[in-house]
């Protein structure tokens, strides 16, 4: 786990490793179709990543395999040093649960919780209880996206934009290594959409998280540090963008 | 800390889920109320109507009752090997015997666990005579509270005092009735000798009454007269003998066992209220195999019911297994979070169900009446019996959720959250 702030952005360590990842559907069957050609992939601690790519290219599922809810049909993926090919199904969700965080496009709030309970949910799920202190630690997560005021307010209650910085909130909760966001701001209009994207940007400067993120937006991948582009499954550029030099937008 | 943590997440979701569909929730833990209300107050009742037709049966009764061997034809020379004999014999008449050593047996079977009654009796049929009335009776001389024990006399006395002094004897009421007999009024009561008929000669005694009985039954109270052993005994030409023991047991159910124990020990006809009482034995096992039937189908209507809403919950609720098995949720904790929806609804229908039940028994005590204006037979329910039913019909929740809850947690996350 990072802690706030004193881990530099880029430290060198490779947080994620593809090799020869390969990722087909249906295998096996005539209707078998491979969706991942081959890839070589790194991104170091600290990264904020931008992945492109026209629909159907792949993108979503490089970002599930990442994210350890699809498995690979053959070649490496290494998180965190650790070889992710031929863990069961227990292993990957608590790697999962452990070193990642999940920003979806469409929020994936569950509608029963409040917003402090979403986000004191994976401590819940972790621990069976929710001390006082991983509350407070909550608390602060919503004051630090906006939304101090807006605790006890069901997803329901909350604007497209709200609801997506409650989700931004709960996928840093435990301070996971790794953000994996699918389009965080495809549904939000262009001014929620900014602030959101500033968020996440704030969360890497002070927290240090990894983001890989998938965007059509060029505006938005231009504030990215890095940007991996993938075509018909396989990666078609791989270059640092931006201010390039890793600094906050 | 470990009570918060054990289960705190699966708990908290369960919960939440069961509260996001109030309705469905509400109307399966009601369908499950219903359940279990119908097999309590069925059990409560079948109980009640059991407890009630034994206590009627079995009050004028022991539960096991031993006599002599009867007398039996034994021939003359055992047949030649390899031989065949084709014999016509005449069953013997049956006089009255005395149980072998009775005197000894009392305190042996006194002692035997499951026993808690043992009475004598000498049992014979006779007439009584009073003025220009004559009536057969049967004669029971028995020890007042060694019998009391047994069929609980004194209970049954519909006028008098129960006692039994030297010349007493307590009557049936119809007898009294139809020898136009009093409290203290005397009566003759005549036998044939122990020589039997053929001899001719009878044998008569003078007999005082000091109680009326209803046994609960008119014909026995046509001809029941209840006297001390020993004129008994010298009206029925059997000096210290008793015809019969009769014991009471303290799990009428295994009467019909310890019957059997007692003919493998004793050279004596050992017989059971359920040998002696085999129609009403069969008429009460229906009733329960009846409503063993009624329980089990309700039961499975239960669990129907149950995994009917829990499947539509799962479909519902794909999306967020989805969101949570994102988050790390593994299967197992999916797994429970459903297995303990089912076993709220379970727990929860229970409960009301057993309120339920309690009031329907109260209407039933309440307003159900006799044409003697009182309560036909007392229901209650045991709180063994209710807790019984809850904890089946919440197993049952569990049971229910299995299929559902399996389903759920073979959900592909990635599926379920693309939908």
Known sequence: MTSPVSIPHTNGQPLIRLRGLRKSYNLGQPAEVEVLHGLDLEVKRGEFVALMGPSGSGKSTLLNVLGLLERMTSGSYELLGEEMNGLHDEGLTLRRRRALGFVFQFHHLLPAFTALENVTLPALMTEGFVSEAQRAHARELLAAVGLAHAEHKRPAELSGGMQQRVAIARAVALKPALVLADEPTGNLDQASSSDVFSLLRQIHAEQGTTFLIVTHDPRLASRCDRLVEIVDGRIERDEPIGAAAGQPA | ?419
Request: net charge positive; hydrophobic share 50%; proline share 3%.
């Open chain 2, 1 to 419: 800390m470990n009570w918060r943590r054990w289960l705190g997440f699966e708990w908290r979701v369960a919960v939440k889920f069961l509260r996001e569909g109030r309705s469905q929730t509400l109307l399966i833990i009601l369908g499950v109320a219903a359940g279990v209300a119908v097999v309590a107050y069925i059990s409560a009742l079948i109980t009640g109507l059991q407890a009630s037709t034994l206590a009627k049966t079995l009050g004028a009764q022991g539960h096991i009752t031993l006599r002599s061997l009867d007398d039996v034809v034994l021939s003359a020379a055992a047949p030649e090997p390899g031989s065949t004999r084709l014999a016509e014999v005449q069953p013997r008449a049956q006089r009255l015997r005395s149980v072998i050593n009775w005197q000894l047996l009392l305190p042996v079977l006194e002692a035997t666990p499951g026993i808690t009654a043992v009475s004598p009796m000498v049992s014979g049929a006779g007439l009584a005579l009073r003025g220009e009335a004559v009536q057969s009776m049967a004669l029971l001389g028995v020890d007042l509270d060694r019998y009391d024990r047994i069929v609980g006399l004194r209970g049954k006395v519909v006028s008098g005092t129960a006692r039994l002094g030297p010349g007493e004897a307590i009557v049936g009421r119809e007898l009294a009735h139809d020898l136009g007999l009093r409290l203290g009024d005397r009566f003759s009561v005549q036998t044939a000798s122990a020589g039997g008929t053929s001899s001719g000669a009878t044998v008569t005694e003078v007999l005082r009454v000091t109680a009326l009985v209803d046994l609960g039954v008119k014909d026995l109270n046509e001809r029941t007269v209840i006297a001390p052993l020993r004129t008994a005994q010298s009206l029925l030409g059997l000096p210290g003998g008793v015809t019969q023991v009769d014991m009471r047991v303290s799990d009428v159910w295994q009467a019909s066992a310890m019957a059997r124990e007692l003919r493998q020990r004793y050279p004596l006809k050992a017989e059971s209220w359920q040998e002696n009482n085999a129609q009403l034995v069969s008429a009460l096992n229906a009733q329960s195999v009846s409503t063993a039937i009624i329980r089990g189908v309700v039961m499975v209507v239960v669990v129907l019911g149950i995994a009917s809403v829990l499947v539509v919950s799962v479909v519902q609720k794909r999306h967020e297994i989805g969101i949570l098995r994102a988050m790390g949720a593994t299967r197992r904790q999916v797994l429970r979070v459903f297995l303990l929806q089912g076993l709220l609804v379970g727990s929860l229908g229970s409960a009301a169900g057993l309120l339920l039940a309690v009031a329907m028994i109260w209407l039933f005590t309440t307003f159900v009446r006799g044409s003697d204006g009182l309560p036909l037979f007392a229901i209650t329910l045991p709180l063994a019996t209710g807790l019984n039913v809850a904890l089946v019909a919440t197993v049952c929740g569990v049971i229910a959720a299995i299929a559902p809850a399996r389903r759920a947690a073979a959900l592909d996350p990635a599926q379920a959250i693309r939908l």
